[in-house]
C-alpha cells in the first residue's frame, strides 16, 4: 500500500508509537496488539473513530507526528469514560502506555475485565452491554475481513486471467511461484504469420489515433476468431500477426490442421472487416504458414514475454512476406512441410504455386492453400 496514502495514515492510528517510529517489527508485536486493543475500546466507550476528537484542530499528519514523537505528556485519544468505572480506564490506559514493556499481557486484561464484571455492582449493565458491544465490535471486524478477502480473491482472479492472457498458464504459474522457466524444445509445430498489404501506405495517411484504432478493432476480431481453434497467439508487432498451433501443449499432428483453419477463418474475417476511418476501404492480409521444430521460452522479467525461437520462425515469416494479398487473390502460402502435413487430411484444397527463391533459404517448392472440402469447412 501506498504509504503516503490517505488510507494507509488512518490505519496508523491503531498502531503503536514503537512501531511508527520503526523501533519495532512493523508486522506487529504483542505489546502492539495491546495498545491497538486498547484504541479499539476507547472507540467502543465513544462509538466514533480515534482521535475524532482530536481531528477537529489537527490534520492526520500531524495526529501521527505527536503519536511518534510520545515524550512524558503521552498523546492518546480523548475517550470519557464514567467514573465509577476508573478501573476501566485504569486497564485502558495501561494497555496503550507508551513504554512497551509496561503494557499487560492478554491473561491479565481477561482477568481485569472478569474481575470488573464480577463488582460492578450497579455498573454492571454498563460493563455487560460494553462486552457486548466488544463481540459485535469483533463480528463487525470478522465480517468487514470477509468481505475485504472475498474482494481481494476477485481482484487476485481478475489479475490472474490478465496474466494468462500474455503468458501460458503453466509458465504463469511457475513464474508467480518464483520458480525458474526453462526453454522447452518442439519437435513440430505449424507457425502463422500475417501482415496487412500497403499498411505503410495507410499509415501515412491516416493519424496516429487512426492507426491506433484500427490495429485495436482488427486484432481484437482476429483474438475473438482465435477461441475454439487449438492455437496460441505469440505475439503482434506492428501490423504483424503471430499464431502457433503445437505449442505450448503438444497435439500431435492436429497443429498443422488447426493453423490452416484459422488462416482461411482469419480471410474470411479480414473480408468483411470495416476500417472506421475509411469504411469504404478493404484490407488485405498477406499470410504465410511453416512447420517445424523451435524453442519456446519466457524472456524478460520485467513485462516478460514468451517466444519462439529457430529456423522454422525466418521460414514463416518468409513464407508471409513472399506471399500473395492483392484485392483479386487474397492466397494463404505455405511450405512443403505445411502441405505435407495437410495433405494426410484429406480435407484441404491446396495448389502447387512452384519453386520460389526465398531469401537465406535459396529456391523452394511452395504451395496456396485455397480452402477445405465443404462437408469439413466448419470451424474449428
Known amino acids: 500500500m501506498d504509504t503516503t496514502s490517505q488510507e494507509y495514515k488512518r490505519e496508523c492510528l491503531w498502531r503503536a508509537p514503537e512501531i511508527l517510529r520503526g523501533n519495532a517489527p512493523s508486522r506487529g508485536t504483542r505489546e502492539g496488539d495491546i495498545y491497538s486493543f486498547a484504541i479499539v475500546l476507547s472507540e467502543i466507550v465513544t462509538r466514533s473513530s480515534p482521535y475524532e476528537h482530536e481531528a477537529d484542530y489537527l490534520t492526520l499528519d500531524e495526529i501521527l507526528e505527536r503519536l511518534k514523537r510520545g ?32 503494557r499487560p499481557t492478554v491473561v491479565w486484561v481477561k482477568k481485569q475485565l472478569k474481575g470488573m464484571a464480577a463488582k460492578c455492582g450497579q455498573s454492571a449493565n454498563f460493563l455487560d452491554n460494553l462486552l457486548r458491544r466488544m463481540e459485535l465490535y ?48 518442439y519437435e513440430c509445430v505449424t507457425i502463422y504469420f500475417s501482415d496487412i498489404v500497403g499498411f505503410t501506405e495507410l499509415s501515412s495517411t491516416s493519424t496516429a489515433m487512426e492507426v491506433v484504432d484500427l490495429l485495436n478493432d482488427l486484432y481484437s476480431t482476429f483474438d475473438a476468431t482465435l477461441e475454439g481453434f487449438d492455437v496460441y497467439k505469440i505475439e503482434t508487432i506492428g501490423d504483424a500477426y503471430m499464431v502457433v498451433s503445437g505449442l505450448p501443449h503438444r497435439n500431435g ?46 524472456v524478460g522479467r520485467k513485462m516478460p514475454r ?38 494426410t487430411f484429406g480435407t484441404f484444397d491446396i495448389a502447387t504455386r512452384g519453386e520460389v527463391i526465398i531469401k537465406g533459404k535459396g529456391l523452394m517448392t511452395t504451395y496456396w492453400l485455397l480452402g477445405e472440402k465443404k462437408q469439413r469447412a466448419a470451424y474449428p
Open 71 to 102: 515524550g512524558e505528556h503521552e498523546f492518546r485519544p480523548s475517550a470519557d469514560v464514567p467514573a465509577n468505572l476508573s478501573e476501566f480506564r485504569a486497564l485502558m490506559t495501561s494497555c496503550w502506555g507508551e513504554d512497551s514493556r509496561t
Open 138 to 185: 469483533a463480528s463487525n471486524l470478522e465480517k468487514m475481513v470477509e468481505e475485504k478477502t472475498e474482494e481481494l480473491a476477485e481482484e487476485k482472479k481478475k489479475a490472474d486471467a490478465l496474466l494468462y492472457e500474455i503468458l501460458p498458464r503453466g509458465i504463469a504459474d511457475r513464474l508467480k511461484r518464483g520458480l525458474a522457466v526453462e526453454a522447452e524444445h
Open 253 to 298: 499432428n492436429l497443429h498443422a490442421q488447426q493453423i490452416a483453419r484459422v488462416s482461411l477463418a482469419l480471410r474470411d474475417v479480414i473480408s468483411v472487416f470495416k476500417i472506421r476511418h475509411r469504411p469504404k476501404e478493404k484490407l488485405q492480409l498477406r499470410i504465410g504458414l511453416h512447420s517445424g521444430s523451435v524453442c519456446a521460452g519466457v
Open 306 to 343: 514468451y517466444c519462439l525461437f529457430g529456423d522454422t520462425v525466418n521460414t514463416a515469416s518468409r513464407m508471409e512476406s513472399n506471399g500473395e494479398g492483392t484485392r483479386r487473390t487474397m492466397k494463404i502460402h505455405m511450405s512443403g512441410k505445411t502441405c505435407e502435413l495437410l495433405q
